[in-house]
């Protein structure tokens, strides 16, 4: 059984940083979507299981960064240079397949951490 925590959320300045980390069992994919107010949830960036394959959203690439430590079980995003436009609530995802980029790509979730990025 997979069971996703997410962590490290909170209130920022623009251009300041936050790490999210999420707490995972089970060999599988990892994702993190985020969904705003009244948007759909939105794809912020995947890694394989091995942690050879990376993929980001043209929205974050370049200040985001997906990682994970397989012998910890828990996967992590960096997130530098926020602007006030990431804002939302952030979700951690698992996968049994390959990663995606869509939410249905995924088979389980976290309960989301709010990242709140004031100008």
């Known amino acids: 059984q997979v069971q996703l925590v997410e962590s490290g959320g909170g209130l920022v300045q623009a251009g300041g940083s936050l790490r999210l980390s999420c707490a995972a069992s089970g060999r599988t994919s990892m994702g993190w979507f985020r969904q705003a107010p009244g948007k759909e949830r939105e794809f912020v960036a995947a890694i394989s299981w091995s942690g050879g394959v990376t993929g980001y959203a043209d929205s974050v690439k370049g200040r985001f960064t997906i990682s994970r430590d397989n012998a910890k079980n828990t996967a992590y995003l960096q997130m530098n240079s926020l602007k006030p436009e990431d804002t939302a609530l952030y979700y951690c995802?698992?996968?049994?397949?390959?990663?995606?980029?869509?939410?249905?790509?995924?088979?389980?979730w976290g309960q989301g951490t709010q990242v709140t990025v004031s100008s």
């Open positions: 995802a698992a996968g049994i397949t390959r990663w995606g980029k869509r939410p249905s790509d995924y088979d389980y």
